[in-house]
């Protein structure tokens, strides 16, 4: 049973976890299909790593930092505050240079700024815990913060976008062999401007598709373009390179694999019960 608590912050208890290790193990199988290296990176991304992609600009409305406290002014704070301490007054915050990224998808960009890549590209697998400013949060529909595995190819642009379509088939083939209903829906991508040829360029052809079940999007098939090539300077060949990520929301998986079956428990068995 989860355990929610204020803020969209919830605790997944032992049957959920069992479950998310579950569903994780098939997501690093098709990594592993797609050869697909892995890798971790910090919790933290640089404020200016993220500025370069215009983030603060696309998602002004999601942006979290992490804030050093200063402590002679915390320890003056404390000295006149109600305890338990319930908020802390920006007085004692000091300007931060990190913070905590809504996607697991960036670091990858940011770990091979200025890269030449192989004539191929690459594939590489990540998943990062991510943070959303949300304005309403909901059990393991919507979190604070919460768990995203990506599978992210940067390369030409003719193998990014096979990268899409074999994401989308591989998808689309795990939801029906759970028996799990679905919609795919298009949506627009806020890192193109509205006016630019990329942002018209959509309306032919789709840079994100989202995979909902009953309202809820547990998935995304995301095709960047050249974007993250040129910001961060990523060459194949002579060539910017193109970027298209998978993305899973664990967590969400987590609910709906519950609601399907009736139970983690249940989930968890027809997860392993596989192909």
Known sequence: MTTATDNGLSVLDGDQLRLLRAIEAVFLRLADGWNAQEFRYPHLIRCSDLDKFDYYDNFPHLGLAAVRLDPARLGASLADAERPL?????EVMEPTAFALPSAACYSIYVDLAGSVLPAEGVLRTTVGTCFRNEDHYSGLRRLLGFSMREIVCVGPEDAAKAHLARAKDAVIALLVELGIEYDIEVATDPFFDKNSGKAKMQKLF??????????LAIGSVNYHRNFFGERCSIQVGEETAHTSCLAFGLERWIHTLTDRFGGAVAA???VEALG
Not at 206 to 215: C, R
């Open 86 to 90: 319930q908020h802390v007054v920006p």
């Open 206 to 215: 789709p840079v994100k598709e989202e995979f909902v079940v009953d309202g």
């Open 268 to 270: 968890l068995a027809a």
